[in-house]
């Protein structure tokens, strides 16, 4: 069993930063994959990030260059640092655990097993 929280959201003005964060407890947090996920409203939930336990990233074509993701495998969190940010950003985002994606950051939803609550972003022109 795993538990996610995330937090950092807001709302910010096109060009700014935001810095999310997603603590994690239950199972070992260096044994599998973390992601980043979001779902605008009126929109399928789409892959945003993933970070392999051993630091190995992917990312969505409409954030390369302007999110990164990272993990602090001693303090149990994974990070999502977005500059550049655009209106089109705007969505809730979730964390999610892929516990059997260790080696792995998939993209697929389908290999996620848990999920945070969401933390809303909102991006005004």
């Known amino acids: 069993q795993v538990q996610l929280v995330e937090s950092g959201g807001g709302f910010v003005q096109a060009g700014g930063s935001l810095r999310l964060s997603c603590a994690a407890s239950?199972?070992?947090?260096?044994?599998?994959?973390m992601g980043w996920f979001r779902q605008a409203p009126g929109k399928e939930r789409e892959f945003v990030t993933a970070?392999?336990?051993?630091?190995?990233?992917s990312y969505a074509d409409s954030v390369k260059g302007r999110f990164t993701i990272s993990r602090d495998n001693a303090q149990n969190t994974v990070y999502l640092q977005m500059n550049s940010l655009k209106p089109e950003d705007t969505a809730v985002y979730y964390c999610?655990?892929?516990?059997?994606?260790?080696?792995?950051?998939?993209?697929?939803?389908?290999?996620?097993?848990?999920w945070g609550q969401g933390t809303q972003v909102t991006v005004s022109s």
């Open positions: 999610a655990a892929a516990l059997s994606m260790k080696e792995r950051p998939v993209a697929g939803a389908q290999w996620y097993d848990y």
């Open positions: 239950g199972r070992t947090f260096s044994s599998y994959a």
């Open positions: 970070i392999a336990w051993s630091g190995g990233t």
